[in-house]
């Protein structure tokens, strides 16, 4: 039951950095340039940053540019590495990238989310979040990418298989 168990979590995380690839290519990295993405793309970044009332991706600080830079040139390298790691199964060798890039986005969430909860965004263009409402969705579109780096970073410190006494797969 626990290899079950363990192999399910690591589809998850799999499945989690195979679908954040298209993510940070197609949507995120426009925080940064626009200009390689096609029309479609920056009209469905617009329909989102409008119904989701997300100002960052919409007006893009300075120090959230430097969130998606580290995205685009420290994480998503990493992406593919992982899925292939995770989808493949008891490769430990991920554990010490795994908990590094799960140390770094967990913090990068933080403020992100706090950001959204407590800053006033009075007649932010385009608008911010006013309700609490509008703020738990915009909180709802952010925090898997908080939760499942926790899960990651709890994995990788305390799971048997990744901890330096587990058994390792020989290939």
Not at 68 to 86: G, K, R, T
Request: charged share 15%.
């Amino acid at each position: 039951m626990a290899a079950a168990a363990t192999r399910a979590l690591e589809r998850l995380f799999a499945l989690y950095f195979l679908s954040h690839i298209p993510v940070t290519l197609l949507l995120d990295a426009q925080a940064v340039s626009s200009r390689f993405h096609p029309r479609a793309l920056t009209d469905l970044l617009k329909w989102y940053t409008t119904s989701f009332k997300d100002p960052l991706m919409a007006q893009c600080p300075a120090w959230f540019q430097s969130f998606v830079y580290c995205e685009v040139f420290l994480q998503l390298p990493f992406f593919p590495v992982a899925a292939y790691a995770f989808w493949k199964g008891n490769c430990k060798w991920i554990r010490t990238p795994a908990i590094v890039y799960a140390t770094h986005v967990a913090t990068t969430l933080v403020p992100l989310l706090a950001h959204f909860l407590f800053h006033d965004f009075p007649d932010s263009k385009p608008a911010g979040p006013q309700t609490w409402h509008e703020r738990l969705w915009l909180l709802a579109v952010y925090s898997p990418y908080l939760l499942i780096p926790l899960l990651l970073l709890v994995t990788m410190l305390l799971h048997p298989l990744y901890s330096s006494g587990g058994k390792r797969k020989t290939t």
